[in-house]
């Protein structure tokens, strides 16, 4: 089905229409927000964030992490591989496989421990905040781009429920709800209870299988308690479980990263499983000095990948059996006896974390403001990488226990070629706290002080057997321990000199630790910056900016400039001859840029919205001096964000309170560099997205919608490959659409 022309109603819809009465009592919906773990208003707040409310997200089909980041100028999102590696940029600074998040993200005010947990499903939300700019001085570890918080709809006071069904041209299908209320006869127990299954064929074609390369099964749950029995005390529980089945590494390999004519042609349809689960308990005393908050929680995380091994292609047609194999192809004939060989893989990881976090808030009506507190996560990780002979009997999933290795039973299905193997036990506590003092009505200013310890130690359990590196010094049971620290201030002044305008300035660093890589690879990978380990990252930035409320309350407008300095910027690296996957660091980059967002709410009936973000990167300091002066990697240079909303009332079902939905969204990624050599630069990406429906008030809605409405070909990563020409290219999802229906319960 072609749903191109779904965009042309929704352009023309302020036309076409009858016109609607102006009303010049229409204003914009107020916004508070928690940015500085306070609530204000979203004009008022000096910090750059693109917020989210309950109305936006419904109305804008937000379901994933990746529908709410196309819509946020300065921020992108690089999903890639498999489900749990996705890389967040924010004003240029971004993550890479194997290390910590760009940004800190905090679920119902818990902190996520490890990035593979970002993209789940986005269900039963409340409202979403994006912070751009270091945010380490009250979010702590790894808010050295931003924090992203997410805050799930609370209990009701009353009995009421929510369904929601859908189908997806994948084929798939869709079925969500929620119940919550008091329970039973309760004035101070209430709960919510909610819960989402996704399940669709996919939409990459896989053409050596004839199937879909990307299938997904998602099924996830959340329940909460809220227990309230006073006034100055609150008992919130919640756990959340998360399954999901889809696929993995549909790598194509190409010369450059515009590249999107080469389908994607496996012969293993690969494997990926991943389970989450999460359990936290906030409570809060309200006393005469002020609010102590306490946040324990415990995360558990479970992910297995399977599928082909470079060059992602079917057996017969793979490098190891083409004339230029360097001689790997006949050592692998030769152990294996096979006239025919190829390569899979497969990835284990496992993480248990648990956090504690306590803090004290003051009164927000104080001339005097302050906040202190404590926090600490502990932090189990597990991860085993390898290789197998792959002899058309598929892939075998491997988590601790290797299989037959090559050099001894080479007449097993799938013989294991390697496994790299190794634990982490990861410890980081931080003290913090922020004293704001009002000057007069108009003026304040407000210091922030964190200091974290981060404590990691690395435990090598590469059996020598497995070691597919050729001894580069990987030694079984070597343990390396590294300890990273900083201190992370942020001053910021605001002045307010009226009601509608806020003007603000400041400066803040941010901070992420390091890690490691395979012990050795410093001396074995011949790529500059790679070391055996990775150091920490410090990023200083200084920012100005100025938000307005205008035209009655129906207009707003915002607009931020920064400068950051960047100490250590990450990029990845796969060696092919160690079949190490690495992180090198770029001793120094600096980002200029701004935000510029506005909203207008032209009529009762009829909103629209622009953003335009811009960030300008250049590698001061490079560790191989030929890059010195190119773009930072993950670095997309502009975003633009433009959209319209009509919501119409119209004279159906005979009564009142019926509208017609129609809503645009636009969104532009300007050119993308992906590594310090910029040896391949995306061109700018377009991407549209359309929603058409129906809506009878607070009863049900009916809506179709369409995602990159003119099926844009591009890639969504480049990394490059162990020869020229021969680079990792990962396609992005083509146009997709369906029906999404809501009944809601009261």
């Known amino acids: 089905m072609n749903v191109?022309?779904?965009?042309?109603?929704?352009?023309?819809?302020?036309?076409?229409?009858?016109?609607?009465?102006?009303?010049?009592?229409?204003?914009?919906?107020?916004?508070?927000?928690t940015a500085r773990k306070r609530t204000e208003t979203l004009e008022e707040s000096p910090v750059s964030v693109r917020a989210f409310t309950a109305a936006e997200i419904e109305s804008a089909g937000i379901e994933t992490p990746r529908d709410f980041i196309n819509l946020t100028p300065n921020v992108t999102l690089v999903e890639t591989q498999n489900a749990g590696n996705a890389f967040i940029n924010v004003r240029g600074i971004s993550q890479a496989r194997?290390?910590?998040?760009?940004?800190?993200?905090?679920?119902?005010?818990?902190?996520?421990?490890?990035?593979?947990?970002?993209?789940?499903?986005?269900?039963?939300?409340?409202?979403?905040?994006?912070?751009?700019?270091?945010?380490?001085?009250?979010?702590?570890?790894?808010?050295?781009?931003?924090?992203?918080?997410?805050?799930?709809?609370?209990?009701?006071?009353?009995?009421?429920?929510?369904?929601?069904?859908?189908?997806?041209?994948?084929?798939?299908?869709?079925?969500?709800?929620?119940?919550?209320?008091?329970?039973?006869?309760?004035e101070t127990l209430k709960f919510r209870a909610s819960a989402s299954y996704v399940d669709t064929d996919g939409y990459i074609d896989n053409e050596f299988l004839g199937e879909e390369a990307d299938p997904y099964k998602d099924v996830s749950a959340r329940l909460k308690f809220l227990y309230e029995p006073s006034d100055n005390f609150s008992a919130d529980f919640r756990i959340s479980t998360s399954m999901l089945d889809t696929q993995a590494l549909y790598f194509v390999i190409g010369a450059e990263v515009d590249d999107t004519s080469i389908p994607v042609r496996t012969n293993n349809a690969g494997v990926n499983e991943r389970d989450i689960f999460n359990a936290s308990l906030k409570l809060e005393w309200d006393g005469d000095y002020g609010t102590f908050t306490s946040i324990t929680a415990y995360d558990d995380l479970e992910e297995l990948l399977t599928g082909d091994q470079y060059d992602f292609l079917p057996r017969e047609s793979s490098w190891l059996n083409g004339p230029f194999t360097g001689g790997f192809g006949d050592f692998v004939r030769f152990l294996t006896g096979d006239e025919v060989v190829d390569l899979s893989q497969t990835q284990y990881l496992e993480s248990d974390a648990w956090s504690q976090e306590f803090r004290l808030t003051s009164p927000a009506e104080d001339q005097v403001r302050w906040i202190i507190g404590a926090y600490a996560i502990g932090t189990d990780r597990y991860i085993s990488t390898g290789n197998q002979i792959d002899r058309g009997n598929g892939v075998f999933p491997v988590s601790k226990t290797p299989r037959a290795s090559v050099f001894v039973d080479p007449t097993d299905p799938s013989p294991q070629l390697g496994l790299l193997v190794d634990a982490q036990d990861n410890f980081a506590w931080a003290l913090f706290g922020e004293v704001a003092y009002d000057f007069s009505d108009a003026f304040e200013a407000s210091l922030s002080l964190r200091y974290d310890e981060d404590t990691r130690e690395n435990t090598t359990l590469t059996q020598p057997l497995y070691d597919p590196t050729g001894g580069i010094g990987i030694t079984e049971g070597e343990v390396r321990k590294e300890?990273?620290?900083?201190?992370?201030?942020?001053?910021?002044?605001?002045?307010?000199?009226s009601d509608e305008v806020t003007l603000y300035g400041g400066y803040s660093r941010g901070f992420r630790s390091g890690g490691f890589n395979q012990s050795g690879v410093g001396a074995a990978v011949p790529?500059?910056?790679?070391?055996?380990?990775?150091?920490?990252?410090?990023?200083?930035?200084?920012?100005?900016?100025?938000?307005?409320?205008?035209?009655?309350?129906?207009?707003?407008?915002?607009?931020?400039?920064?400068?950051?300095?960047?100490?250590?910027?990450?990029?990845?690296?796969?060696?092919?001859?160690?079949?190490?996957?690495?992180?090198?660091?770029?001793?120094?980059?600096?980002y200029v840029g701004f935000e510029l967002e506005t909203n207008a709410q032209f009529t009762d009936y009829f909103s629209g919205y622009l953003g335009i973000g811009y960030t300008d990167s250049e590698i001061k300091s490079a560790a191989d001096p030929e890059d010195n002066g190119n773009q930072a990697p993950l670095v997309s240079e502009y975003t633009?964000?433009?959209?319209?909303?009509?919501?119409?009332?119209?004279?159906?079902?005979?009564?009142?309170?019926?509208?017609?939905?129609?809503r645009f969204d636009y969104q532009k990624i300007g050119d993308t560099w992906w590594d310090p050599g910029n040896i391949s630069k995306r061109s700018p990406v377009d991407l549209a997205d359309v929603r058409l429906g129906i809506e009878v008030e607070d009863n049900w809605s009916l809506v179709l919608w369409a995602k990159n409405v003119f099926d844009e070909e591009y890639n969504t990563e480049f990394s490059p490959g162990p020869a020229p020409g021969s680079n990792f290219l990962w396609p992005a999802p083509p146009q997709r659409w369906g029906l999404s229906y809501i009944k809601r319960f009261e």
């Open 98 to 186: 194997n290390s910590e998040m760009s940004v800190a993200v905090l679920v119902d005010g818990v902190l996520m421990p490890n990035p593979a947990q970002f993209t789940q499903q986005l269900f039963d939300i409340q409202q979403i905040e994006v912070l751009r700019g270091p945010q380490g001085a009250l979010y702590g570890r790894n808010a050295i781009g931003g924090a992203i918080t997410i805050l799930t709809q609370q209990p009701n006071d009353v009995l009421s429920g929510r369904l929601e069904l859908g189908a997806d041209s994948g084929p798939g299908f869709t079925v969500r709800g929620t119940v919550g209320g008091p329970v039973g006869d309760s």
């Open 640 to 662: 633009i964000n433009l959209g319209a909303q009509l919501r119409y009332p119209v004279d159906l079902f005979g009564g009142d309170g019926v509208y017609a939905l129609m």
């Open 4 to 33: 191109k022309f779904l965009i042309i109603p929704v352009v023309a819809a302020a036309f076409v229409l009858p016109p609607p009465v102006y009303a010049q009592s229409s204003t914009l919906e107020e916004i508070t927000v």
């Open 527 to 590: 790529e500059p910056g790679v070391e055996d380990l990775f150091d920490e990252q410090i990023a200083d930035t200084y920012e100005v900016g100025v938000k307005s409320l205008f035209g009655g309350g129906r207009y707003s407008a915002s607009l931020s400039a920064y400068y950051t300095d960047f100490e250590n910027a990450y990029f990845f690296f796969f060696d092919p001859t160690t079949s190490t996957q690495n992180l090198g660091g770029i001793p120094e980059v600096e």
């Open 483 to 497: 300890t990273w620290d900083s201190l992370q201030p942020k001053l910021t002044l605001r002045y307010k000199p």
